[in-house]
C-alpha cells in the first residue's frame, strides 16, 4: 500500500503520522531517501514538519539496514538540533559509519563530527575528529575528501596560531578546488588572505583578497565578496587607513549578522573600535567594545586579539573614575583568560598578554577597593600620577637612549658606504664544498659582478630561479655561492643591493629625500612600501624616516 505525503504536511497530520509509524505503515517508506531529505530542507523554518521527516529518513535507513543512509540520517538531526541531543547524535552517525568498516564512509563521519565541533568553536575537538578522519580518507583515494580534510585542518592551525601550517594545507587545496569546486577555492583564498594577516605580511594579505575578489568576478559567484571586503578592512585598519577600515567594516557587518556568523561579528566590531579609539572617538570605540562583549557573553566567543577590548575598556573606565565599569572589565578580562588558555592550550607558550593574570588581579582588587572607599581619593591619584611618571620616564629615557644609537648606525652608514661586503674569488677557496668547481664559481661571480653593475636587481620579480636561468647556471650553484661570496641567503641578498642602492642616491639626491615611502619603494623595485620599509630597518637598524631627516640636516 502506498500513501502519497504532500509536499506541505498539516500540523494536525503528525500525530496521526506518528502513530501510523507506529503500526508499521510501510507504504510511507516508499519515498526515495532524495525526496525525504528534499522535505527535511523544505522545512528548515518549520521544526515540527521538519522532525517529522527527520525521522522518517532515519527510521526507513533502520529497515532498510542501509549504512550509508543510516550515517546521513544521524548526519541529518545533527544539523538540525541543538545542544547535548545534537552531540549525540553526532557520536551515533561515527558509530554507525563503523559498523559498516567502509573507509569512505568512516572518513566522511568523523570529517562531518569535526566539522560539527569547529561550529561550535570547540577547536580542539574538531581537530581530534579532522585527525581521525585522516588515515580513513587516505586509504579510501577520494580527492575531494583528502582536499576537504586538508582545508578544514587548516582552518583549525589558522585559530590555533600555526599560521605557517595553515598556508601550507590551504596552497595544497587550491589548485584542486580550482579545478573542480570553485566555491571552495574562493573559500580556500579568504582563509589564506586571513593567514598571512594574521602573520603580519598585510601586503600579501591585500593581493589575496584582491585575487579572491578577481576569481570570484570570473567564476560569478559573488556570495564571498563580504568576506573579502571584510578582510580588506582589517588590513585598512593595520595599514592605519582607519577612515578606509571603519567604511568597509561598516559596510559588511551587516550581511555578517544576518548570516548569524557571530565568530566575524564580533572581530568586525573590535576593530571598528580599534579604528575609533585611534581616531580619538573614545565614545564610538567603546560602543563596539560593548558589542565584542555581549557577544562574548552570548557565544562564549573569543579571541587572542580581541581580548584587548577589555584592557582598553578597563583603562579606560579606570581613567574616568568609574570603578565598578572597569571591575567588571577586568572580570570579562580573567574569563577571557581562562577560555583562550583552555580553549587554546596548543598556544600555551605563545601567549602573551599585556596583563597577565596577577596583574589583572591586583588591579581587579584595587578597583573593588576604590568602589568600596571612595573616599580615598588621594590614594587613586598618587596611584595614577606615579603611573604616569614611570611610564614618561621610560618612554623618554627609551627615546634617547634610541635616537643614540640611531645616529651611530646614520653616522657609519655615511662614513662607510654600502653595508654589503663581497668576498673576493681565490683559488684557494674556489670550491663551494666538494659540488661546484672553480671555474663555475669564477664564472657565476662574474655574473653577479655584472648584474650589480648594470643594477638589474631594481626589477621587481626576481626569485633564485629566474636568476639563475638568466645566469644559464644551476640554481643550488647559484645559492651556494651567494651564500659563500655574500654571506648570505638570495631574498636578502637581493634587498640589500636594492637598500644600499636608495641609501646612496637619497646621499646623493636631494630631489630624491622628498620621495613618499612609497615612490622608494618603487625606485628600489620592492613590491610593497611594507616590505620596503621592513627591508631598511632590517639592514640599516634605522628607519627610513629618521635616515632622511638626518640627511636633510
Not at 541543538?82 to 558509530?95: K, L, P, Q, T
Not at 643594477?455 to 630561479?465: E, R
Not at 629625500?513 to 615612490?519: E, H, L, P, S, V
Amino acid at each position: 500500500m502506498f500513501i502519497y505525503l504532500p509536499l506541505k504536511v498539516p500540523r494536525c497530520a503528525q500525530l496521526i503520522l506518528s502513530i501510523f509509524l507506529l503500526m508499521g505503515g510501510y507504504g510511507v517508506f516508499s519515498q526515495t531517501f532524495d525526496e525525504l531529505y528534499e522535505s527535511i530542507e523544505t522545512f528548515k523554518n518549520q521544526p515540527a514538519e521538519q522532525k517529522t521527516y527527520l525521522r522518517l529518513f532515519l527510521e526507513k535507513a533502520k529497515r532498510e539496514r542501509n549504512g550509508e543512509e543510516l550515517v546521513n540520517g544521524y548526519r541529518n538531526f545533527m544539523h538540525h538540533t541543538e545542544g547535548r541531543i545534537a552531540r549525540n547524535y553526532a557520536d551515533s552517525m561515527v558509530f554507525a559509519a563503523l559498523q559498516t568498516k567502509d573507509s569512505l564512509l568512516i572518513g566522511s563521519a568523523y570529517l562531518s563530527k569535526g566539522v560539527f565541533y569547529y561550529g561550535l568553536k570547540i577547536y580542539g575537538e574538531a581537530l581530534d575528529h579532522y585527525l581521525t578522519a585522516q588515515p580513513y580518507i587516505d586509504a579510501a583515494d577520494d580527492p575531494y575528501l583528502k582536499h576537504k580534510a586538508r582545508y578544514n585542518i587548516a582552518q583549525i592551525k589558522y585559530y590555533l596560531g600555526d599560521y605557517a601550517e595553515a598556508i601550507r594545507l590551504l596552497e595544497g587545496c587550491l589548485g584542486y578546488f580550482k579545478k573542480n569546486h570553485p566555491r571552495a577555492y574562493l573559500n580556500s583564498l579568504h582563509s589564506l588572505a586571513l593567514c598571512y594577516q594574521r602573520k603580519g605580511d598585510i601586503g600579501l594579505s591585500s593581493e589575496t583578497v584582491k585575487k579572491g575578489m578577481d576569481e570570484g568576478k570570473r567564476l560569478s559567484i559573488v556570495q564571498m565578496d563580504a568576506y573579502f571586503l571584510f578582510t580588506e578592512g582589517i588590513n585598512q585598519y593595520f595599514r592605519e587607513n582607519y577612515g578606509s577600515a571603519i567604511e568597509m567594516l561598516s559596510g559588511t557587518l551587516p550581511f555578517l549578522i544576518e548570516k548569524g556568523d557571530f565568530g566575524n561579528e564580533a572581530v568586525g566590531h573590535f576593530y571598528l573600535g580599534k579604528s575609533h579609539w585611534a581616531l580619538k572617538a573614545t565614545d564610538k570605540a567603546v560602543l563596539h567594545f560593548v558589542q565584542v562583549d555581549s557577544l562574548f557573553h552570548k557565544h562564549q566567543y573569543i579571541r587572542e586579539d580581541l581580548r584587548e577590548a577589555y584592557v582598553l575598556m578597563a583603562g579606560h573606565y579606570r581613567a574616568k573614575g568609574d570603578f565598578e565599569a572597569q571591575v567588571y572589565q577586568l572580570n570579562q578580562l580573567l574569563r577571557a583568560d581562562s577560555m583562550l588558555k583552555s580553549g587554546y592550550k596548543h598556544l600555551s607558550k605563545k601567549i602573551h598578554h599585556e596583563y597577565d593574570t596577577p596583574v589583572i588581579l591586583k588591579e581587579r582588587d584595587f578597583a573593588q577597593k576604590q568602589v568600596e572607599k571612595k573616599s580615598r581619593v588621594l590614594v587613586i591619584a598618587f596611584f595614577l600620577i606615579g603611573s604616569l611618571g614611570l611610564a614618561i620616564v621610560f618612554i623618554v629615557s627609551r627615546h634617547f637612549k634610541n635616537q643614540k644609537l640611531y645616529k651611530e648606525r646614520f653616522d657609519a652608514l655615511m662614513a662607510n658606504g654600502p653595508i654589503q661586503k663581497k668576498q673576493a674569488f681565490t683559488p684557494h677557496n674556489g670550491n663551494v664544498g666538494t659540488e661546484i668547481n672553480a671555474e663555475a664559481v669564477k664564472a657565476i661571480l662574474a655574473k653577479l659582478e655584472k648584474f650589480e653593475k648594470e643594477q638589474k636587481f631594481l626589477h621587481q620579480d626576481w626569485t633564485l630561479f629566474k636568476l639563475a636561468a638568466h645566469f644559464n647556471s644551476n640554481n643550488k650553484y647559484l645559492s651556494l655561492v651567494i651564500h659563500q661570496y655574500r654571506n648570505m641567503n638570495f631574498p636578502t641578498y637581493i634587498n640589500n643591493l636594492k637598500i644600499d642602492f636608495i641609501i646612496e642616491q637619497l646621499k646623493t639626491n636631494r630631489k630624491m629625500r622628498k620621495y613618499t615611502q612609497k615612490a622608494l619603494a618603487e625606485e628600489a623595485g620592492f613590491s610593497t612600501t611594507q616590505r620596503f620599509t621592513n627591508a631598511f630597518k632590517s639592514y640599516t637598524g634605522i628607519s627610513v624616516g629618521f635616515f632622511i631627516e638626518e640627511l636633510e640636516k
